[in-house]
């Protein structure tokens, strides 16, 4: 009873106000790290026409909700325009990968790790630039830029001693992005 009073009373503070409020992005963000997405999708899109961050939190949200959802997620990303949207990046990189769109999703990658080397989500730590940094490898295996993918790899375990010349270098790579988590 309790939980559906607190969900309730966050959507009616969401829904309440005007301008941008924090306190409505915080709930919004709340109900996303509590993992309950279809109340977090609500409010997020209640605060689409206050800030560009609701496209953020609908894009991790529908992200988060599975392979059905990756168009919408994809979708939400895209209306981020450049700027300070780090977090938007990083859930467009996975996004795009999963769709295959694998130069896009590279790009996104860099995009995180010029802007920040060590990026952690703000909303999931245990999303940082190690999964980025795994993304980008396995999207350069697949644009065929196996260098690129060992440079990246190399990052990951500077142990890594593979090189192009390898006769069996791609399954190397493959079996090498396997241990990835």
């Given at each position: 009873?309790?939980?559906i009073?607190?969900?309730?009373?966050?959507?009616?503070t969401?829904?309440?106000?005007?301008?941008?409020n924090?306190?409505?992005?915080?709930?919004?963000?709340?109900?996303f790290?509590?993992n309950?997405?279809?109340l977090?999708?609500?409010?997020?899109?209640?605060?689409?026409?206050?800030?560009?961050?609701?496209?953020?939190?609908?894009?991790?949200?529908?992200l988060r909700?599975?392979?059905?959802?990756?168009s919408?997620?994809?979708r939400?990303?895209?209306?981020?325009?450049?700027g300070d949207?780090?977090?938007a990046?990083?859930?467009?990189?996975i996004?795009?990968w999963?769709?295959?769109?694998?130069?896009a999703?590279?790009t996104?990658?860099?995009?995180?790790?010029?802007?920040d080397?060590?990026?952690?989500?703000t909303?999931?730590?245990s999303?940082?630039?190690?999964?980025?940094?795994q993304?980008?490898?396995?999207?350069?295996?697949?644009?065929?830029?196996?260098?690129?993918?060992?440079?990246t790899?190399?990052?990951?375990?500077?142990?890594?001693?593979a090189?192009?010349?390898?006769?069996?270098?791609?399954q190397?790579?493959?079996?090498?992005?396997?241990?990835?988590?």
């Amino acid at each position: 009873m309790k939980k559906i009073f607190l969900v309730s009373f966050l959507l009616i503070t969401i829904g309440c106000g005007s301008g941008k409020n924090e306190d409505h992005f915080k709930a919004a963000w709340l109900l996303f790290e509590t993992n309950q997405l279809d109340l977090a999708h609500q409010a997020f899109t209640a605060l689409l026409v206050e800030d560009e961050e609701a496209n953020v939190g609908l894009g991790w949200t529908t992200l988060r909700m599975g392979m059905d959802s990756l168009s919408a997620a994809d979708r939400y990303f895209g209306l981020v325009s450049e700027g300070d949207f780090t977090d938007a990046f990083a859930g467009s990189t996975i996004t795009k990968w999963h769709l295959t769109q694998f130069s896009a999703s590279l790009t996104d990658a860099q995009k995180v790790l010029t802007a920040d080397s060590a990026y952690t989500f703000t909303h999931d730590t245990s999303v940082n630039y190690i999964d980025i940094l795994q993304y980008k490898a396995m999207s350069q295996f697949h644009l065929n830029d196996l260098a690129g993918c060992i440079q990246t790899i190399k990052k990951l375990d500077p142990g890594f001693t593979a090189t192009v010349a390898d006769p069996n270098i791609k399954q190397t790579l493959l079996d090498k992005m396997a241990t990835f988590n």
